[in-house]
């Protein structure tokens, strides 16, 4: 029961709390406070996410609002927690990890978990501090944001609090909070919990949990004979595949994509060493800690199904046959190929199947690779070349420009039978002018450091319409500065 006192300094911030998480019981977690952070201020805030969480806009401005949100107080209705989980790091089994930096505030009634990443030591903390950098709090914060804003499917960030308080990481760094919101946090590694330590009661009572609110239809499922976890399996092996296609399709390197930061709703969660790409190569690895490219950019959609089969091993207890396990994750392997090619169809401006589709994606991409042309300028160009912009601005970015004229010519042929005001407008719907790269976030990083959050707001309103031209902005939708190759960002945040 939280004491008088508490109650007496709570803030409200006029939401609705209900009972979503903390229903499992103390297995899956610890109660415990957020650690305050001295002299907090503001570094970014969606508003958009504000007013989808039918939060009052004020909150993100009022002192009330900016103690809530970095952890100083409590928030009336809520009971923080931390959650238990664990996890495959690398590829190796890494045991118990869980929240250690990040407090469950609560789940809204309209079915958003607050959470708030950064919010000092838990019981899962390990050997860290609690803590989160303002460095990487802002972009998460912006990447966050940016790829719902692309369409796909992600947690969410409220806000970012920063303070003066000192963090140490390679150098001395300060201290943020972001709030992050999602209808749940829950990953693959809390699976994989309950199963490596053969605790099927709780195994069962998370899946129920799971599968009643967010797989209802698991329930009432035929496939594999009625069995519900199976059907679950599939159903999650089945966003995945989805999310990584997106993934592939708009150039996002995760990072590190460990079980324990693989959502069980395939969402993308836990950025940390993301990128996307600038020069289109398949082989780039983002995190400077992933020495041997387990999770390089081509690999990720089949990193995605090994982490997979570690959900299904996990599941295995529950589902019973390890042939419907394995028969479960199969889907993966047809949902992948056909939701990718829908995309990379969508980028072409394409809006049905023709046999030829895949040898003209592989065409481009193959010359793209050839000459590290910059993803996101070639595919935008494409788009504006389509809606009768200049023609050899597409061209110009080739040095093989017998190459690239033989691709145009069969790309041409192809759209013969597609409405030209169609396709130049469904291009520019599938190509993002604006994506958050290394350098932008950079930028707005050292000028944040600097106490200007304006960097923030900036990038985070092109970011948020990205497929519109933002005349004015061409700086932010330009060729990579050269330093940009330079940036090392590692698992350290
Ligand atoms: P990540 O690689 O960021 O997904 O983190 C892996 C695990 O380490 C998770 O359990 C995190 O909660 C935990 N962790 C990462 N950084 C910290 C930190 N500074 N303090 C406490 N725990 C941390
Ligand atoms: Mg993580």
């Not at 019981?123 to 950098?133: K, L, N």
Request: aromatic share 10%; proline share 5%; net charge negative.
């Amino acid at each position: 029961m939280p004491m008088i006192a508490d109650e007496a300094e709570a803030v409200d911030l006029g939401l609705d709390w209900t009972a979503g998480f903390s229903t499992l019981g103390p297995a899956f977690f610890t109660e415990l406070r957020p650690t305050p952070l001295p002299e907090p201020y503001w570094v970014g805030r969606s508003l958009a996410l504000a007013r989808e969480i039918g939060l009052e806009e004020a909150c993100l401005e009022s002192d009330d609002g900016l103690a809530a949100f970095t952890g100083n107080v409590p928030v009336a209705g809520t009971r923080p927690l931390a959650s238990v989980y664990s996890g495959h790091q690398f590829g190796v089994w890494a045991g118990q990890l869980g929240d250690g930096r990040a407090i469950l505030l609560g789940q809204t009634a309209s079915g958003w978990e607050l959470q708030l990443k950064g919010s000092g030591r838990t019981p899962y903390s390990r050997m860290g501090d609690g803590r989160a950098v303002l460095r990487s709090s802002i972009r998460e914060f912006l990447c966050s944001e940016a790829m719902q804003a692309l369409g796909i499917p992600t947690t969410r960030a409220l806000c970012v609090t920063g303070s003066d308080a000192q963090v140490v990481r390679e150098e001395i760094e300060t201290a943020a909070v972001v709030t992050r919101a999602a209808p749940s946090f829950i990953r693959f590694g809390h699976f994989e919990h309950f199963a490596a330590a053969n605790r099927l009661d709780e195994l069962r009572a998370l899946a129920d949990f799971v599968i009643d609110r967010f797989y209802p239809a698991c329930r009432d499922s035929e496939r594999f004979g009625g069995n519900a976890y199976a059907a679950f399996l599939e159903a999650v092996s089945e966003r995945t595949a989805a999310l990584l296609a997106q993934w592939q399709a708009v150039g996002f390197c995760h990072g590190v994509m460990n079980t324990d930061n693989m959502s069980i709703l395939g969402l993308t969660i836990d950025y940390g060493p993301f990128q996307f790409l600038d020069g289109f190569d398949p082989r780039h690895i983002c995190n400077h800690s992933d020495t041997g490219g387990r999770y390089a950019y081509n690999q990720q959609p089949n990193v995605a199904y090994w982490n997979l089969f570690c959900l299904a091993q996990a599941l295995l207890p529950l589902i019973g046959d390890q042939e419907i396990a394995v028969a479960a994750l199969q889907s993966y392997k047809t949902v992948f190929p056909e939701a990718y090619e829908a995309r990379m169809r969508a980028k072409l401006g394409l809006p049905g199947a023709a046999p030829d589709d895949r040898a003209l994606i592989e065409g481009v991409l193959k010359l793209l690779a050839q000459e590290k042309v910059d993803y996101t300028i070639f595919w935008r160009r494409l788009a504006d070349r389509q809606a009768g912009g200049d023609p050899a601005a597409v061209r110009d970015l080739f040095l093989d420009r017998a190459g690239i004229d033989a691709w145009l010519q069969s790309f041409a042929q192809r759209h013969e039978q597609v409405p030209a005001a169609q396709a130049a407008q469904s291009m520019r719907g599938a190509n993002p002018k604006f994506v958050l790269r290394n350098h932008l976030g950079q930028q707005a990083i050292e000028s944040a450091q600097k106490k200007d959050f304006s960097g923030v707001a900036t990038l985070l309103a092109l970011l948020k319409t990205p497929f519109e031209d933002h005349a004015g902005h061409e700086a932010y939708a330009g060729f990579p500065p050269d330093w940009a190759s330079t940036i090392e960002i590692s698992c350290s945040s």
